[in-house]
């Protein structure tokens, strides 16, 4: 005998442990839903909504990273190389403070508070800026350049994308 159970859902339906228990075959009963789709249980793929969203928490990781990175590399040659950089504890003290500063940021981002957009689109407009100024230097210089501008683009379109305002709640 063959048995088959469909629901129809109107809203959120929440699981019983009647339906994660195996049936005769010993697997577990899938629950359809009013589309026809099989819903086990397991979270759905993230939508174009939560795209541009978890994309504004990557760049803003990745921007938190690079800062630091630069940071590390700036005391690194001053340290190696003595008299190149006269301020370099000053100047690698103010790099590590704007990381702490895209850090909060990106919590901000990754709890959903409000807080965040504002200064994420701030950064970004700073990262066009870089950008656009490093692109008269070396080739090596515009090819960071060029990644630090669609970095920077792709950050600003997500930040001012109605789905991060709605992930933040304003």
């Known amino acids: 005998m063959v048995s088959v159970r469909v629901e129809v859902r109107v809203g959120p339906v929440a699981r019983t442990p009647k339906d994660d228990a195996p049936d005769a075959s010993g697997k577990p009963n899938d629950v ?15 939508t174009g909504r939560l ?3 978890r994309v504004a928490i ?16 700036v005391a690194v040659a001053a340290i ?10 000053v100047e690698v003290a103010i790099y590590l403070i704007f990381a702490g500063g895209l ?6 981002l990754i709890d959903g ?11 970004q407009m700073f990262g066009l800026i870089v950008g656009w100024t490093l692109l008269s230097g070396t080739d ?3 090819f960071g350049a060029v990644i630090i501008l669609l970095m920077s683009a792709t950050g600003l379109a997500a930040g001012l994308s109605p789905a991060l305002r709605a992930h933040l709640g304003r």
């Open 51 to 53: 795209v541009q969203v």
């Open 140 to 142: 090596f210089v515009r």
């Open 113 to 123: 508070r409000g807080f965040a957009r504002a200064p994420f689109v701030v950064a």
């Open 58 to 73: 990557a760049i803003a990781a990745l921007e938190t990273l690079g800062v630091v990175v630069y940071a590390i590399s």
């Open 103 to 108: 850090f909060l940021v990106l919590r901000g």
């Open 80 to 89: 190696r190389t003595p008299g190149t950089i006269s301020a370099w504890p």
């Open 32 to 46: 359809v839903d009013s589309t026809g789709k099989v819903d086990s249980g397991l979270e759905p793929p993230p």
